[in-house]
């Protein structure tokens, strides 16, 4: 997938930021959380992982998500804390 | 001023606005120190049987994986079962730290959760992943999870399971079987998790099966009850991190420790009877904890009674409670068979609009309860025919057990809606 689609989605945003502030979650976690809908939470954390950002890890029957040691995940990382962190002035460089 | 001259008060009304309007000096200097939860820096009286705790873990400090360990520790009500495992747990936690060993001590009250063994492996596992779904996964499965868990994280383990005879009661040998025997379902991986098993009486694991018992009853630490000198020590200790220099005199120490030392030397209902007591000379402006405190404490504490049990009953369980403080209080007897309490258990739920329990439910309850201390069953024999329970509340005053279910049903039905 493109680096522009891969970002081009609101919900796959979200996703990504909460699974930064939480840890590690599983896919009724993250849809309850966003209020997003169950199948598509499932298909947007399938999109980040087969981008390589995120990793499942399962145990049992319990799937979750988390972030992968990956180039692109540590990238991914520090785009969202440098965002979060620049929030309140937004213009700083 | 005019408005208020024929206005006469009460002593108590007096102290209240009093109270309300002159700052006053308190007796405490650091009330939380005499919270039911806070572990003291030292354990007086228990140092020989925190150093054989340590001696039975100290293979986590040395070699992790090669061991794991059970131990069972078993007390009377208040004689620091829960303060040693927790004051022990701090300490190897440090100890593990400091040698670079990734540990976690974790200690669940399995009453807490009713004795289920799932919500209380749950709480082990979110040591390590705190978002683990808390529903809808069966103990064997978390168990599991726990395991596959700390061997990603190459961490060792000490689960502390308090009050663990509610667990062999709700889930019986299967569930310690799965926990004591779990290593060989694991065969040539590396020992991650171990267990401290608090209960009040060794006879809570007779129920067992064979095999279950055999694997608990390896390393057994008894405490004793404290002595009036130990009961002494314990709370002067206290005193000097509670209260102001002086404001507990040494009269007062000795009054209460002797109380508590006919409480079954009973520890943690000294503490409680110390704190109140400084209430009591708080709320009358007295500047130091008086014999007279002490006495008023007395008379309000029900020592039988434990506000986190008590939580921890079920909605009928506290109904049925509620109805027996009512028997009790309303008649003089001092027995009630148990035809009588469901009488008033029913027009109890009728009030709190429930459907009422069976009979079969309502003996449940009697059994559990009578465990619990709050109520005596005995089997009597029925004028007529038969034999009855005989029902009696030998220590709680019905006056009091009446208050305390009435507001926690109340909060219960206002927290339900």
């Excluded at chain 2, 059994?367 to 024999?381: D, M, P, R």
Aim: glycine share 6%; hydrophobic share 40%.
């Amino acid at each position: 997938m493109e680096f522009e689609e891969v970002f081009s989605s609101k919900s796959r945003m979200k996703i990504l930021k909460l699974i930064n502030q939480l840890g590690q979650l599983n896919v009724s976690d993250v849809t309850r959380r966003l209020k997003l809908n169950f199948t598509s939470t499932s298909e947007h954390l399938k999109v980040l992982e087969s981008e390589g950002i995120l990793q499942e890890r399962t145990y049992g029957r319990v799937r979750m998500y988390r972030f992968s040691e990956t180039a692109k995940a540590k990238a991914v990382v520090v785009l969202i804390e440098a965002w979060e962190k620049q929030q309140p002035a937004g213009n700083e460089i | 001023m005019h408005l208020f001259k024929n206005i006469i008060l009460t002593k108590k009304q007096y102290s209240l606005l009093r109270n309300a309007v002159v700052p006053r000096q308190s007796v405490f200097k650091d009330e939380s120190k005499l919270d039911i939860n806070y572990i003291p820096q030292k354990l007086p009286h228990r140092e020989a049987q925190q150093r054989l705790l340590m001696e039975f873990f100290n293979f986590i400090l040395r070699c992790p994986e090669k061991m794991a360990q059970r131990v069972i520790l078993t007390g009377d009500v208040g004689t620091g079962k829960t303060a040693l495992a927790q004051h022990f747990g701090a300490e190897i936690s440090s100890e593990a730290n400091k040698r670079s060993i990734k540990f976690r001590y974790v200690h669940v009250n399995c009453r807490e959760f009713r004795g289920a063994l799932s919500p209380i492996l749950h709480r082990a596992v979110t040591a390590f992943r705190p978002n683990y779904p808390a529903r809808g996964y069966g103990a064997e499965e978390i168990l599991g999870s726990l395991m596959q868990v700390l061997d990603e994280e190459n961490a060792h383990m000490i689960l502390t399971l308090d009050e663990f005879d509610s667990l062999i009661e709700k889930e019986g040998s299967d569930a310690v079987y799965k926990l004591t025997r779990l290593q060989e379902m694991r065969q040539g991986k590396p020992q991650r998790l171990s267990f401290i098993f608090i209960m009040r009486d060794l006879k809570a694991i007779e129920p067992l099966d064979e095999s279950a018992k055999s694997t608990l009853q390896r390393s057994i630490i008894r405490l004793e009850r404290y002595g009036k000198p130990q009961l002494v020590d314990i709370l002067n200790d206290r005193v000097a991190m509670a209260f102001e220099l002086g404001a507990v005199p040494e009269d007062v120490v000795d009054l209460i420790s002797e109380l508590a030392y006919t409480e079954t030397g009973n520890a943690r209902f000294g503490i409680e009877l110390l704190w109140r007591a400084g209430k009591y000379a708080d709320a009358s402006d007295a500047g130091s904890v008086e014999a007279e405190c002490v006495r008023n404490a007395v008379s309000a504490i029900v020592p039988s009674l434990r506000r986190s049990e008590l939580a921890s009953l079920g909605l009928h369980q506290k109904l049925f409670l509620l109805a027996v403080a009512r028997y009790f209080k309303e008649n003089k007897d001092a027995y009630a068979s148990m035809g009588e309490v469901e009488k008033a258990y029913a027009v109890v739920c009728e009030e709190y609009e429930e459907t009422p329990n069976s009979h079969t439910q309502l003996y449940n309850y009697v059994q559990y309860l009578s465990k619990l201390g709050v109520i005596k069953a005995e089997i009597g024999t029925a004028e007529t025919r038969g034999r009855t329970n005989r029902i009696s509340l030998p220590t709680i005053p019905a006056v009091e057990l009446e208050r305390e279910m009435s507001e926690s049903l109340k909060q219960e039905k206002s927290g339900a809606a």
